[in-house]
Structures are given as structure tokens and as C-alpha cells.
């Protein structure tokens, strides 16, 4: 019981860090806003997202992407100190903070053991940050999942990868959302073993609609981290999430 209250009391915090700290780091940036390109702004406050949700919840990571997003919107989109946007540059970035903000959330919540320092590495973001603009402006399915495919090659150190559009064959092994490997019902030590000497699938749901899945076709003798695993199980989801949007549009 006193665990449980000690949990619900640090979640209590977290959802007033999430309402508090956004506006708070945009007030401390606001003196350098002249020399201060807004895209920079965003990824401080995306880091501020990313603590919050590692040190709470989901849902306190989801309110300070909100969060995030509305005081960047006050602060640094012209007109400056109003919740209005006149830029439509302005508004993508923001549009981008949010979906960036949400994606890297779930990565927190779900690295929660790893803590800050696994998951604000600069390239893991940037990685994340390319796909949620490309999957905002990509005007073909292709292209998304074409970038998607080769940075999951770079990012595990795979020889190959591919995408298979609403098939499901065999039984391969699987990357799970937490970031492991299931290969039937035996759980795989990835750490130890690296991937399996097989193809792995990556499976893409958005809405709990299948969408496809990426198969990766792992190098021999690479490891691939737990954060860049889960990393990948982020860029997935954003492609199911711009192939939902591509097949309601």
C-alpha cells in the first residue's frame, strides 16, 4: 500500500510538472527568442516532455506535449503573447511539437527504467523528429515507409529491411512494443543474443487497425540497444499513423 501511494503521489506531480515546467522553460527562453530559431525551441521543449513523462506517466507526458505545444504557440509564434498563429510555418511547427512531443512520450513512458539520459539522445530525437514532418507532408504512402525502412536499417545496424503492406505469414520473430523479442512463445534475450539469425517483424497498427510490417533482416553479431529498439517501435507507429491518415483522406 505505501508503494502505491508513493507511485500515485510522484503521478500526482508529474501532471502538475506537465501543466508547470513547459511554460516555465518557454518564459526562461524568451529573452534569447530573437536569436533562437523556433525549431531549437522545439526540441528543448520536447526534452522538457520527455522528462516529464519518464518521471510520470503517459498521461502526464501527453498533457506536457499539449502543454508544450500551447505555450510555444503563446510565446514564440508571431503574434507574440496571443493563442493565435499567423505563419502556416508557425503552425506546422507547432503541429510538429505536438506529434513529436506525444511520440517521444510513449518512448519515455515505456524506457521509464532507463530514465532521461537513454531517451534525449540528440539522435534518437532527431530521427523521430524527420519522420513526424515527413509523415505530416508526405503526399505518398511510399515515401514514408521508404524512409522508415532506412532508418531502421542505420538505426539496428541491419543488413536489410523491408515493408509488407496487410500481411501476416508464418510465425517470425517479433519486436514488441517494450522494446524485446517474442519467437513464438519463448521470449528472446536480445541483449545477450543480439537479434535472432532470422528476419524479425516489426508490426504497424494505427486506431487497432493492421496496417503491415516492416521485416527486418537483422546483422549478425549487432546488438541493437534497448532505446534504439524502442526507438523503432516509435517510427512504426508513425507510420500507421500516416497510413491511416493517407487511407481517411
Known amino acids: 500500500m505505501s ?17 508547470l515546467a513547459p511554460p516555465a522553460v518557454a518564459a526562461v527562453l524568451l529573452p534569447f527568442r530573437s536569436g533562437l530559431p523556433n525549431t531549437s525551441v522545439a526540441l528543448v521543449l520536447v526534452v522538457v516532455v520527455v522528462a516529464v ?29 496571443r493563442f493565435t498563429i499567423t505563419s502556416p510555418a508557425d503552425v506546422q511547427t507547432v503541429i510538429l511539437l505536438l506529434i513529436v512531443g506525444l511520440a517521444v512520450s510513449q518512448l519515455a513512458a515505456r524506457a521509464r527504467r532507463l530514465r532521461v539520459v537513454a531517451i534525449t ?24 515507409v521508404d524512409h522508415v525502412a532506412a532508418q531502421l536499417t542505420s538505426l ?18 517479433r519486436l514488441e512494443p517494450d522494446g524485446g523479442v517474442v519467437w513464438g512463445r519463448r521470449h528472446w534475450d536480445v541483449d545477450r543474443l543480439g537479434l535472432p539469425g532470422t528476419e524479425v517483424e516489426l ?12 521485416m527486418l533482416d537483422p546483422t549478425p553479431g549487432v546488438v541493437p540497444p534497448l532505446q534504439a529498439r524502442l526507438v523503432a517501435v516509435t517510427l ?7 497510413l491511416d491518415t493517407a487511407g481517411s483522406g
Do not use: M
Open 121 to 144: 539522445d540528440a539522435d534518437y530525437l532527431a530521427r523521430i523528429h524527420d519522420t513526424a514532418e515527413l509523415a505530416h507532408s508526405a503526399k505518398g504512402r511510399d515515401t514514408i
Open 203 to 214: 508490426r504497424t497498427f494505427r486506431n487497432g487497425r493492421y496496417y503491415g510490417r516492416f
Open 53 to 81: 513523462a519518464a518521471a510520470g506517466h503517459r498521461l502526464a507526458g501527453a498533457v506536457a506535449a499539449l502543454s508544450a505545444a500551447v505555450w510555444f504557440n503563446f510565446f514564440f509564434t508571431r503574434p507574440y503573447q
Open 156 to 173: 539496428l545496424g541491419l543488413r536489410g529491411c523491408r515493408f509488407e503492406y496487410g500481411i501476416l505469414l508464418g510465425h517470425p520473430p
Open 236 to 242: 512504426a507507429d508513425q507510420v500507421g499513423t500516416a
Open 3 to 19: 508503494r502505491y501511494l508513493r507511485r500515485l503521489g510522484v503521478d500526482r506531480i508529474a501532471l502538475l510538472a506537465a501543466l
